[in-house]
């Protein structure tokens, strides 16, 4: 007997799709296989940072591709060496770990922790986390993790995570005992529906975990370079933590990510950590040609600039609809429905050619490519501010 076949039907149905095929893309468009273009205010999740395809990328990747593409982590070479040098002059931090993807580098993050933890500090391992954090999807960064679907899912979880309600700075004080290894958080928790953790309690977190000898894990995978106007997230509070992540807009939409920490606490041991595909020199020339750009001169007042015309734009459309507030930063900018309109708004939105996602039902999340131009958020919000008086 035949089962008609879908076109879909032989990827793993891990997530509700829409029924589009993207061929093509071109700084904030994209392109299906019948030609119809869309707004893309997803880029990727935060991840095609300075748009689809641009011109800086194309250019790195055909370079080193006729160079080399790979030469074992066992042996260095130039781009890893040149984007390392660049990422710790940026962040301050002293040493990094490349690695394909966010979950692994935070998964190399709480590895680091428990090796430094039981280096320095009595055998600790427990690491603080965030109620409704994100880290990944590996077994240990979803048992990091605080999100209320994951509770019961793939049991049983890593041990070693003890879990407070973000901003409760007492809860943290409270947590953290003889067995604790550091305290981890994310800036603006992004999955979570874009929720800023403020600059005045990471400045606090940052004076307790010093007080109390802990390190500090800032997971800035979404929040880090440029997407919140500054390079790194932390830079609003002021702060600099111990150990952070990247990854998302580091690579410009190819696997890229990366874990950074202070010298003393940089503690790996031969045999710790690695992985075949970790700092190869193709991904490393992307990730070198994705910093020269944000650090290129103008580049991150220009993410503010556009950054303040989308609040506005959105605050427009909330004044029109009774939505609620915007939350967020830079270009990592949520809609708060107050509504649990979201679903119905990124559905129809698809349908007129828009781009946006819901992280939570009453959520609407945007995270543009940095260099989205004026006129294509004032397009975008005027599509959004046209699907929305079609639903109410
Ligand atoms: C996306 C994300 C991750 C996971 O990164 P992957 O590349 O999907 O593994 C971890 N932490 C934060 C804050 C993220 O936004």
């Not at 392109?31 to 641009?54: I, K, N």
């Not at 940052?206 to 997230?233: N, P």
């Not at 075949?276 to 994705?290: E, K, Q, R, S, Y």
């Not at 830079?330 to 946006?356: C, F, K, N, T, Y």
């Amino acid at each position: 007997m035949t089962v008609p076949q879908s076109p879909f039907s032989a990827l793993m149905d891990i997530t509700p799709r829409p029924p589009v095929v993207f061929a093509d893309g071109q700084g904030s468009w994209l392109y299906d296989t019948t030609g119809r273009r869309y707004l893309d205010l997803v880029q990727g999740w935060a991840v095609t940072c300075l748009g689809h395809s641009p011109a800086t990328i194309v250019k790195a990747l055909t370079e080193q591709a006729g160079r080399l593409i790979n030469c074992s982590p066992a042996y260095y070479n130039e781009p890893a060496l040149r984007l390392a040098a660049g990422l710790t002059r940026a962040s301050g931090l002293d040493q990094v770990f490349f690695a394909n993807s966010g979950a692994e580098a935070n998964e190399g993050a709480i590895k680091l922790a428990r090796r430094w933890g039981e280096t320095y500090r009595g055998g600790a391992y427990e690491i603080v986390t965030m109620e409704n954090g994100f880290h990944g999807r590996t077994l240990a960064t979803m048992s990091a993790s605080g999100k209320p679907a994951w509770k019961t899912l793939f049991e049983p979880k890593v041990p070693g995570f003890v879990k407070v309600p973000l901003g409760d700075l007492d809860a943290v004080e409270a947590a953290i005992t003889d067995r604790t290894a550091a305290v981890m958080l994310e800036p603006i928790q992004g999955e979570a529906g874009v929720i800023p953790a403020g600059d005045d309690y990471l400045r606090a977190l940052r004076d307790l975990t010093e007080r109390r000898g802990v390190l500090l894990i800032l997971d800035e995978i979404q929040t880090g370079m440029g997407r919140t106007g500054r390079m790194f997230g932390f830079e609003h509070a002021g702060i600099r933590p111990d150990v952070m992540t990247l990854g998302k807009g580091l690579g410009g939409g190819v696997p890229l990510a990366a874990l950074l920490a202070r010298r003393e606490v940089s503690c790996f041991q031969h045999g710790d950590q690695g992985g075949t595909f970790n700092g190869n020199p193709l991904m490393c020339a992307v990730g070198l040609a994705v910093l020269a750009e944000i650090a290129g001169a103008g580049f991150l007042e220009r993410v503010e600039a556009a950054g303040a015309r989308l609040r506005q734009g959105l605050e427009t459309v909330a004044m029109r609809h009774g939505f609620g507030g915007v939350r967020g930063q830079g270009l990592l900018l949520a809609l708060d429905l107050g509504r649990p309109a979201g679903p119905a708004i990124v559905e129809a939105a698809l349908a007129d050619g828009l781009l946006i996602n819901a992280p939570r039902p009453d959520t609407l999340r945007l995270m543009p490519a940095l260099t989205v131009s004026d006129d294509e958020i004032d397009e975008a919000m005027a599509m959004l501010d046209a699907v929305c008086a079609k639903l109410d």
